[in-house]
């Protein structure tokens, strides 16, 4: 924390001042005097806390990277906190929540016509959105089981937009490893560039919304290992419009991902929260029941325009309506309908779930299966 009286100072730590610049600049901006001591006290703090882009951040940067690709799989960040570490308990836990949310045979592979290819999965945490993560995981053990590989796609909450963001590692739960299609990673960094594609790789390590999703995978696998390629994804809006040589890298990867869906039996995820809205998330006034009818009709008409076969009826309802629900699966979501081509989705559940202890601020969640 970085008491209020002092944060302006951090406007001016750009690199282009010493200490005595710092408390010079800070004098003429506030009229309060620090002396040299609290200025010195105040930068040792965030060079220590690697808030500073300078030559230790970097090499701390490079020790975790380090760590986190020689490690022989990508350890579950939340395992022990958000969900049970130990895999008989996380079992029963998970069995619990099926049997809770009741009938599951409208989500189940065969309920519809055509082959499940793809699904949108809630990655906020088990206790608030179980039901629809039962709902929608409750009936996928056949389309798992069928297919060889598995996309995950998850929205990278500190990724740049437009990003593609891959690693090497394997995803591992409490029933163990998960691999990591490596030759698909590589032919997917061919595509991107080395830097568009590992230089946030970081990321996976400590991101929730893949491990999430990858826990009710292995669950309904039965703990058994199954290929997957976990994708984290930056906010869609530069590749709306495909303007800058990344997003047309993005594209081209996109592309592959869509040959390959073609040529193996392939279960596309998107690890996906919709809307965050009430003052939680930066709004004046919490959110009464009639603003969240409106954000339920809102969220509607985005998951019909995601669910319909073509990613261009998405992508033509954001660019006309924007994103003033702050709906943080865009990216995920967007990417599995253009991978999936003409798979037609249909929302299994929705729920808005409590982001504070009033229910003044929401955090809507949506299960849906897609098929072709």
């Known amino acids: 924390m970085v008491p209020q009286a002092v944060a302006p100072l951090l406007q001016l730590c750009d690199g282009s001042r010493n200490l005595d610049d710092l408390r010079t600049g800070f004098l003429l901006r506030t009229g309060v005097s620090l002396s040299p001591s609290q200025v010195e006290s105040l930068i040792q703090a965030l060079n220590e806390a690697c808030l500073l882009d300078n030559g230790h951040f970097d090499q701390v940067l490079g020790q975790v990277i380090e760590t986190y690709r020689s490690g022989p799989y990508r350890p579950p960040a939340l395992a022990g906190g958000a969900y049970p570490q130990d895999p008989a ?73 437009g990003s593609i963001n891959l690693t090497k590692q394997s995803y591992a739960t409490p029933w163990g490893k998960l691999p990591t299609d490596p030759a698909l990673v590589e032919q997917l960094a061919e595509v991107l560039g080395e830097d568009q594609a590992f230089s946030q790789e970081i990321h996976h390590a400590g991101e929730h919304s893949i491990e999430l999703a990858s826990v009710w995978l292995h669950y309904v696998n039965g703990g058994r290992p199954k290929t997957v390629l ?99 699966g865009a990216g995920p979501i967007y990417l599995m309908a253009a991978i999936l081509g003409e798979a037609r989705g249909r929302v299994i559940h929705y729920d808005q779930c409590p982001a504070d202890d009033t229910f003044g601020s929401l955090v809507s969640i949506a299960g849906a299966v897609y098929r072709k």
């Open 230 to 328: 976990p994708v984290l994804c930056g906010g869609p809006e530069p590749l709306l419009k495909d303007e800058t040589v990344e997003s047309a890298n993005a594209w081209r990867a996109v592309q592959l991902l869509k040959e390959v869906a073609a040529s193996r039996p392939t279960l596309v995820v998107a690890a996906a929260d919709i809307s965050h809205v009430g003052p939680s998330f930066g709004d004046p006034a919490p959110i009464d029941a009639a603003g969240k009818g409106k954000i339920d009709a809102s969220d509607q008409k985005w998951l019909d325009a995601a669910c319909a076969p073509n990613s261009d009826t998405l992508r033509d309802h954001i660019l006309e309506h924007g994103d003033p629900t702050r709906i943080c």
């Open 89 to 161: 308990q996380l079992r029963d836990t998970l069995d619990d929540y099926c049997q809770r949310a009741g009938s599951i045979d409208e989500s189940g592979d065969d309920a519809g016509e055509g082959q499940t290819v793809g699904l949108i999965s809630p990655h906020i945490d088990f206790h608030r959105g179980w039901l629809t993560y039962a709902k929608i995981w409750g009936g996928m053990a056949q389309a798992v089981e069928n297919a060889e590989l598995i996309i995950v796609l998850g929205t990278d909450h500190a990724g740049y937009p």
